[in-house]
């Protein structure tokens, strides 16, 4: 059934991925299976694109797809919100990315693990991360990119926050398809997580030292 959800969201049929996931959710699937289904159609649909076989508009779709997909599972995540925040987070994509989907299921599992998140869009340029570092005072500072060309957005911000003196008092995990260790090591980052599960993973650890 779950893997009908990849078949369903990576051939673009929109109103029969919806229906799934509700058939999911009622059946008591983790919706942290769903999360991942979305994240192997999205891979398929990358490759479509990259192979010619899909367009723009094919992106667009899968993202209104995705979009709608997270929000689904999003409302029967927020039941299960912890009533004081357990630390604080700023987010956001770096500047020259508008995509979103990946932050803001970030978001949403931050905060259905008692995070406080101030999520600061897209295309959030450097003084905006320091701006709103400066403001919040998080613990952590996630990052989300998935253009290759947004590394140095992502380096330039890491440098943003150290020449505003902020740097030693927020943890930095970035985030998105490409982002590995290298890209870590590149940006000055302090770790980088494959999926929103593994970044709730060390944020906890890290507000825990
Ligand atoms: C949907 C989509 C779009 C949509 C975005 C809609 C939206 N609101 O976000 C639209 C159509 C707008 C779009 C536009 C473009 N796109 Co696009 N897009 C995609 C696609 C198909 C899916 C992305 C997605 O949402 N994935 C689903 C989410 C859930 O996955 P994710 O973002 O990786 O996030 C997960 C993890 O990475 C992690 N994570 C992500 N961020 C963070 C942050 C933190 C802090 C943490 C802890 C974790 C974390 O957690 C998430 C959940 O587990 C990808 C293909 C792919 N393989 O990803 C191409 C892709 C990213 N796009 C691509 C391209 C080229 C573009 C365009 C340049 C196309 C064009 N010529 O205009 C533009 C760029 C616009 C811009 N300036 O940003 C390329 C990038 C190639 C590259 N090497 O840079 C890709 C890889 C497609 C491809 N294979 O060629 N795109």
Redesign the pocket.
């Known amino acids: 059934m779950a893997d009908r959800l990849v078949d369903l969201i990576a051939d673009l049929k929109e109103n029969e991925a919806l229906q799934a996931t509700r058939e999911l959710l009622e059946t008591e699937t983790d919706p942290l299976v769903i ?1 991942d289904q ?2 192997q159609a ?2 398929i ?3 479509r ?2 192979a010619g076989k899909y367009f ?1 508009p094919d ?2 779709m ?2 209104e797809i ?2 709608q997909v997270s929000e689904i599972v999003r409302a029967k995540l927020t039941k299960e919100v912890e009533t004081s925040y357990v630390g604080k987070m700023v ?1 956001g994509t770096v500047e ?8 803001n ?2 978001t949403f599992l931050m905060e259905a693990n008692g995070f406080q998140v101030f999520d600061i869009g897209v295309d959030a340029r450097p003084e905006k991360f320091v701006e709103a570092v400066k403001e919040h005072q998080p613990d952590i500072v ?3 990119a ?4 947004a590394f140095d957005s992502m380096k330039k911000t890491v440098d943003a926050l150290q020449d505003a003196g902020l740097r030693d008092q927020v943890k930095i ?7 590995d260790e290298n890209v870590a090591a590149f940006t000055g980052a302090d770790a980088f ?7 709730v993973v060390l944020a906890k650890k890290w507000v825990n030292a």
Do not use: R, W
């Open positions: 999360l979305c994240k999205t891979e649909v990358g490759k694109f990259e723009i992106l667009l899968s993202g995705l979009q987010i020259g990315d508008i995509h979103d989907i990946g932050k299921i970030v996630g990052m989300s998935l253009l290759t060309l995990v970035i985030g998105g398809c490409p982002i997580a494959k999926d929103a599960q593994e970044g």
